[in-house]
C-alpha cells in the first residue's frame, strides 16, 4: 500500500501571538485524506517559553520529522522554503497614540525631506532662469515670475509624484503595488535571509559579527 502524501506550502515568514506554534500557523497543508489533513495542521512544531519578542528559524525537515511522528508513515512534499522564521510577537495591540505620532512624524520628515530636495533641484538646475529665458524667447516680454510655465511644472510635478507613488489616500490609481510597497517587501525578504544566514553560521560555528 503507498504512502499518503501530505503538501506543505511553508511562508518564509509567519508571524504568531502564542506560546504554542501549530503547523497551520506557518504553512499551508493539502492532504487527500481530509482527516490526515486534519491531524497534520494541529502538530506542534515548538513551545515558546521566552516572553519578549523574537525570531525563531526552524527547518523544514524538523516540521517533517514531527509529521511523520505524530502522523505515521507518511510522504512529504515541501512546496515552500526550506528554513523559515517564526516571528513571536506577544500581546499585540491595535497601533496607540505614541504608534500614530511616530507615524505622522515620519510622514513630517519624508514630506519636508521631499520639498528640500527639489527646491535644491531646481535651484541648481536655475529652473526659474531657464523658464525667464525660454518665456522672453517665445514672447519677447519679460516673466515677472509666475506665468504658464512655471504653472504647468508645479502641476505637472504634482501630478509626476502622484502617479510615482501611485498612492493618493487611500486610493490607488492602479492595482500594482507603489515603490514603497515593493522597497519594503525587497527590505522584509532581505532581513529574513539574513536571520536564517546569521542562524545557519551560528550553528555551525562560523558567525559574522
Known amino acids: 500500500m503507498s504512502r499518503a502524501e501530505i503538501y506543505l506550502k511553508v511562508d518564509k515568514n509567519s508571524e504568531v501571538h502564542e506560546k504554542d506554534v501549530f503547523l497551520s500557523q506557518v504553512a499551508q497543508v493539502l492532504c487527500r485524506d481530509k482527516d490526515l489533513e486534519n491531524r497534520c495542521r494541529a502538530v506542534k512544531l515548538m513551545t515558546i ?3 519578549m519578542e523574537n525570531r ?4 523544514v525537515v524538523d516540521v517533517v520529522e514531527k509529521i511523520q511522528k505524530a502522523c505515521g508513515e507518511v510522504t ?3 512546496l515552500g522554503e526550506p528554513d523559515f522564521i517564526v516571528d513571536y510577537q506577544p500581546n499585540a495591540k491595535e497601533p496607540g497614540l505614541l504608534s500614530w505620532l511616530k507615524t505622522a512624524a515620519v510622514c513630517l520628515i519624508v514630506f519636508f525631506g521631499a520639498a528640500f530636495a527639489i527646491m535644491t533641484f531646481n535651484n541648481d538646475g536655475s529652473v ?3 523658464f525667464k529665458d525660454v518665456y522672453y524667447l517665445v514672447t519677447g516680454v519679460e516673466s515677472d515670475g509666475i506665468t504658464v510655465l512655471e504653472i ?3 502641476l505637472g510635478l504634482m501630478a509626476g509624484v502622484l502617479v510615482f507613488f501611485n498612492h493618493f489616500g487611500k486610493r490607488k490609481l492602479t492595482t500594482d503595488p507603489t515603490p514603497i ?4 517587501r525587497l ?3 532581505e532581513v529574513d535571509t539574513t536571520v ?3 542562524a545557519a553560521r551560528k550553528e555551525s560555528g562560523v558567525d559574522v559579527h
Open 49 to 51: 517559553h521566552d516572553s
Open 56 to 59: 525563531y528559524v526552524c527547518s
Open 76 to 78: 512529504v512534499v515541501n
Open 128 to 130: 526659474a532662469k531657464i
Open 152 to 154: 504647468g511644472y508645479s
Open 181 to 184: 510597497e515593493v522597497q519594503m
Open 187 to 189: 527590505y522584509e525578504d
Open 196 to 198: 536564517i544566514q546569521n
